[in-house]
């Protein structure tokens, strides 16, 4: 069974500084697809960035990047420039490719901005 | 745009209620899902439906009954609520394209006392 494991359950980071948030998961697949999900106070899930896993390289969105090891099935997210607004919960999740497929979440790590 | 809609948002049962949670999506969208979020436990499936008229067991699906009533709606049920049950509840919805992210609702706050 794949699952998706997140160690630091929480993190902190001064405003304008960059933070990397890890995780790993394990699967056997070939075809799979990595996400970063948000999740602030008001509860909305909101995708942050996603990896293919055919792609070799990393997906970035503005000042959200990710850094993709295939081999050691680690996914970790950075983001540069933190600002208040990014004060909240993120999920790192994994989906099997194909149509139906559902996301598995990790535990999230709860990430704290200071001014 | 509506997108995922959930219904309540907040619900508080005392032990043994029953109560359905409903959702509907305009997105046109075959694959549905409904997740509970539990502190310290990340987001865990409950059931999903991969289109009108299928359903299938996710990782928690004890307690719980889907009813996916056409395209568009995927209602959880709760026949006998207990305190386990005390959670947050998500539905999300996801389009076929190869790749495609999902979509979730704002989430039902329940308690059971």
């Known amino acids: 069974a794949q699952t998706v494991t997140q160690s630091q359950p929480e993190m902190s980071v001064q405003e304008a500084e960059t933070v990397t948030l890890s995780c790993t998961y394990d699967?056997?697949?070939?075809?799979?697809?990595l996400f970063w999900y948000k999740q602030p106070p008001s509860r909305q899930m909101i995708l942050v960035i996603r990896?293919?896993?055919?792609?070799?390289q990393n997906a970035t969105e503005n000042r959200f990047s990710v850094n993709f090891q295939k081999a050691a099935k680690s996914f970790s997210l950075k983001i540069s420039d933190s600002q208040l607004g990014d004060a909240a919960m993120y999920f790192c999740a994994y989906r099997r490719g194909g149509a139906t497929n559902k996301l598995i979440f990790g535990t999230g790590t709860l990430l704290a901005v200071q001014p | 745009n509506a997108g995922v809609t959930q219904t309540p948002k907040f619900q508080v049962l005392k032990t043994g209620q029953s109560m359905t949670l409903q959702c509907a999506q305009d997105m046109n969208h075959n694959s549905m899902y409904w997740y509970r979020q539990d502190p310290g436990m990340g987001l865990r499936l409950i059931y999903y439906s991969a289109s009108e008229g299928t359903t299938d067991k996710g990782e928690v699906p004890n307690g719980y009954n889907v009813s996916r009533l056409n395209k568009r709606e995927f209602s959880l049920r709760l026949e006998s609520a207990a305190p386990s049950q005390t959670s947050v509840y998500f539905c999300?919805?996801?389009?076929?394209?190869?790749?495609?992210?999902?979509?979730f609702g704002q989430g039902t706050r329940l308690t059971v006392v």
């Open positions: 990896q293919e896993a055919y792609k070799q």
């Open positions: 999300a919805s996801r389009g076929d394209r190869v790749g495609t992210e999902a979509f």
């Open positions: 699967t056997s697949e070939s075809d799979y697809y």
